[in-house]
């Protein structure tokens, strides 16, 4: 069941704080955000856009990092500072011309599970909050900012018959 769902997938949408990160924000003497990212997931949102899979980043905060980390992977559509979640994916849905089964989400906490409600496929990162987790339609087996991402990106390309073991994608080792 979980293949078949992954394995329509065109749009993934992903929250920041706690899936693309492990949730802790660092903050300098001047107020200046640090956030650690995986290398591995952006490694695995790159293969899954030179794919076709479409990638949206919605976040309720702002954050410099996360213009860098969005621009540095070639994601061209990153929503920040976003309070109604639900309504931003309808559109989304909508401006994409794709079919709610069509469409994955993966966050962690509270302000994602209106999201979830939107799409066909719902992800919760291991370490995300128990209301999330009993909402989703799979849990992650890594915690959010420790390769979560990586193995949503691997079962969709895997279910999709994308995986580079396949021998069709090719990308720079550069990260």
Known sequence: MIEEWA??????????????????IIMNARGEEI??????????????MSAGIHVVIITGRKSKTV????RDLGIQELYQGVKDKESLVKKLIQH???????????????????????????????????????????????????????EVCELILKAQGKWPNNGIITLPLEE
């Not at 956030?35 to 899954?48: A, E, I, Q, T, Y």
């Open 7 to 24: 394995a329509r997938i065109k749009l993934l949408i992903l929250d920041v704080d706690g899936v693309l990160t492990d949730g802790h």
């Open 35 to 48: 956030k650690c990212f995986h290398v591995r997931d952006g490694h695995g949102l790159r293969l899954l």
């Open 67 to 70: 213009e860098h980390r969005a």
């Open 96 to 150: 994409q011309k794709v079919d709610k089964e069509e469409v994955c989400c993966m966050g962690d906490d509270l302000p994602d599970l209106p999201m979830f409600n939107q799409v066909g496929f719902s992800i919760a990162v291991a370490d995300a909050c128990p209301e999330l987790r009993t909402e989703a339609d799979f849990v992650t087996r890594k915690r959010g900012g420790k390769g979560a991402v990586r």
